[in-house]
């Protein structure tokens, strides 16, 4: 029901859109295109769900974006609906609500697919399949996910809080992009078509559409803008676009010829060197990246700060495969000859995104990064974290491991002074020869103090802030120390080694042959954990 309702409303929508331009142009007796007007809803219907059709001239693939989101928007009421009559209450189950409707939404595609033939014009039933499913998926999904949330009362940033931490913040550095590089693609559009808006006023003119007509003209227009928006995004990225063969539209030249006349391709340069004032437009995929690898870490900072390069490159990496996608879904031919090859090459578009949004994010990403550890060692001042020593004397210092405010700091065993003892978390301790005990325990854990549960989501949500941010101070100290303890423990035993060696071949001894009455010294050595940083005590 969910999925002929959208459809049903999809295509009565289209089809008064249809009936009005017929009426508004010269035509014949009602009862003699009665067939034309349903079988052009029908191909308007399937064009709005990014239908390709096949003409005699060649193919018609260059579809505009915006009439999706007529479907979009009647499927995600349908999705809301039936998730309100079946009562959907757990998260998993919202794949299978989006199935249910994506299923027979893509059979009724299709089978409108195969009623719309003609001699003349030929749908594509393969690609009306799959783009009613696809669409029929997410935005029937997308309602019921948004149903789902209403009625539970979470809120978007709890629905990010399931996921985990590096994938949620890549999400969140994709979107952030993607979205700074459409709308610098907007603004390069909008700026461009204002400078030769009086040249699209005359186009118009010339058209001579009339009341009707030209509301209609200014409705396929708005359904074009995505389209413009992508390519105008293809300029500012370099590789540009073609509006015919052997065309081209970029920063490095312009080469264009004869147009089809339509106000919207005012906006293009003419023929020659691209517009200087066009050229800033390169500077648009560095500040995206810029944008994406900021808040890749500042939803997820990295302990360690050559990690932060690299999911910040991912980042970009992520965003040329969601522009490459973009390029190939905006562009195509428009029939044969001449505008057999409009758009941009996705492959090209793809490969300069990921490589100048993901050069500028993993740049952004590191600065980021470590202005994040910085800020949070300033805060902290002289209130450092609290530490224990162990060992003997001023020359030991003992080990220093950080320890929550309220906290009580742990004991450390004394040792005797020949006993290596490492910095950071590591406390080194002698172990016996032959039994399973060691000589003593560092200390008991102290377990962290129980907080209140907060009463309000909120509260919650900043709960859960500050033991995360908690959690990443733990694990890069905890890092730090181990790195430092294991460097110290490899100089000592290859001091020891020395030593032992220098010592046997003074007495005159073989390095394979154990000297009789000769025993070894063992030591183990412990890794000191905040209680709030690692689950499991002694750890």
Known sequence: MAAATAAGSGLAAIVTLTIIGWVAAPHDT???DIVDILQGAVLAWLVGHH???????????????????????????????????????????????????????AAIAGTLALVARTEAIEPSMPRALVMGFAIAFLAAGLG????????????????????PARPRSLLVGLLASTGTLLLGGLLLFAAALAFAFPEAVETTRVLGPGVVGGVLLVVIQLAYLPNAVV????????????????????????????????????????DGAAPAVSLVALALPFAAGAVGGVLTQRSAPDAVGEAAPLWGF?????????????????????????????????????LVAALEVGVAAAVA??????????????????????????????????????????????PVVELPPDVPVGKGLATVTPLRRRDGQGVGDAGEEAGPD?????????????????ERAARTVDRGAERGARKEARRELRDHRRRERREAKDARRASG???????????????GITYEADPGGVDAPGH
Do not use: H
Request: proline share 8%.
């Open 30 to 32: 009602f009862g003699e």
């Open 51 to 105: 239908v390709s059709f096949t003409v005699p001239d060649g193919q018609i693939a260059l579809l505009p974006l915006g009439l999706v989101l007529l479907p979009g928007l009647l499927l995600y009421r349908s999705g809301r609906w039936l998730a309100r009559s079946c009562e959907i209450l757990r998260l998993r189950y919202v794949w299978g609500a989006a199935v249910a409707v994506a299923g027979p939404y």
């Open 144 to 163: 019921a996910l948004r149903q789902l949330m209403r009625d539970k009362g979470v809120a978007v940033r709890d629905l990010l809080e399931l996921m």
């Open 231 to 270: 390519f105008a995004v293809c300029y500012a990225l370099g590789p540009g676009f073609a509006m015919g063969a052997g065309t081209v539209v970029a920063p490095t030249g312009v080469s264009v010829g004869a147009l089809p006349v339509f106000p919207m391709l005012a906006a293009l340069p003419d």
């Open 314 to 350: 991912v980042c970009g990496v992520t965003t040329g495969i969601l522009c490459a996608a973009m390029a190939e879904i905006a562009g195509g031919p428009l029939g044969g000859e001449r505008l057999s090859e409009v758009g941009p090459s996705a492959w090209q578009v793809g």
């Open 365 to 410: 990403a590191w600065i980021a990064n470590w202005w994040y550890w910085r800020k949070l060692r300033l805060g902290k001042g002289t209130e450092s974290p609290g530490s224990t020593e162990s060992g003997t004397g001023a020359a030991k210092k003992g080990a220093r491991a950080p320890v929550r405010p309220g906290a009580e700091p742990r």
């Open 450 to 466: 129980p907080e209140p549960s907060p009463a309000t989501p909120g509260e919650m949500r900043a709960a859960r802030d500050r």
């Open 509 to 523: 001894g073989r390095w394979w042959r154990r000297r009789q009455g000769e025993d070894e010294e063992m030591y």
